[in-house]
């Protein structure tokens, strides 16, 4: 695992994301991609049959959450520690998303919810091998507010993630504006996105997605 930044030096308290080259090894990344279509076979499912509709996309997109599928769950579980020593901070887990976004797809500028304080967007893979970067936004806000723009304003300065996969980009979605302007020029590629809050921070009530396990359990 490599910590590299594109056009910064690698400080992600002050620069709002990081790049991590080889976060997890590429065999790993797309063997979860093989796993989660064989899985989703077996239920007489496709990643097609995972289409659904939001405002910071054009098109409908396959989308599926951690909650409907515990591997992905257990592998952002999984990865807290490791979040946590890049971050600097003691970390508990929120959410977690597998997206694949089809050719010509955007994701449209935005800032994230409270419970993504610290998020990881990681690359499982390309279609055509084509690197389609994440794009940030350098100023930080003292919070987010509501936009779905197709491009950045002119006057916001911006940089990018590129990232092969097996890549990943830390970011601080709340604090930073981010999204994909430029179209996908792959026929599609896979990312899964997972998302902390700060055990002891303003948006501890958000782990777990505010559904945190008992402190105790009777077997």
């Keep these: ?25 590429v065999e790993i990344a797309r063997g979860f991609l093989a796993r989660l279509k064989v899985d989703l076979a077996r ?13 910071l996309l054009k098109q409908e997109t396959p989308e599926l959450y951690g909650y409907h599928y515990p591997p992905m ?17 003691d970390l ?13 797809a955007i ?22 091998g084509k690197i389609w970067p994440l794009e940030f936004a350098i100023s930080p806000i ?8 197709d491009e950045f304003r002119p006057d916001e300065e911006m940089s990018s993630a590129v990232m ?12 930073h504006h981010h999204g994909r302007t430029t179209p996908n020029p792959n026929n599609w590629s896979a990312h899964l996105f997972m998302h902390w809050v700060n055990r002891n921070g303003p948006y501890a009530d958000s782990a777990f997605d505010g559904q945190a396990p008992p402190k105790e359990i009777s077997l």
Aim: hydrophobic residues 35%; proline residues 8%; glycine residues 8%.
């Design 1 to 25: 695992m490599t910590v590299t930044s594109e056009k910064h030096p690698p400080r992600y308290a002050t620069d709002g994301f990081q790049l991590v080259r080889d976060f997890i090894p």
């Design 43 to 55: 239920q007489g499912m496709s990643l097609g049959s995972l289409r659904k509709k939001q405002p």
């Design 73 to 89: 769950a257990m592998l952002h579980w999984g990865l807290t520690p490791i979040v946590q020593s890049l971050v600097g901070e």
């Design 92 to 104: 508990l887990p929120t959410y977690a998303y597998f997206r694949l976004y089809e050719r010509n």
């Design 107 to 128: 994701c449209r500028v935005h800032g994230d919810r409270p419970s993504c304080e610290h998020s990881l967007s990681l690359t499982l893979d390309y279609s055509d």
């Design 142 to 149: 003292a919070k987010p507010f509501e936009r779905a723009d």
């Design 164 to 175: 092969a996969p097996g890549d990943a980009v830390l970011y601080q979605g709340v604090k």
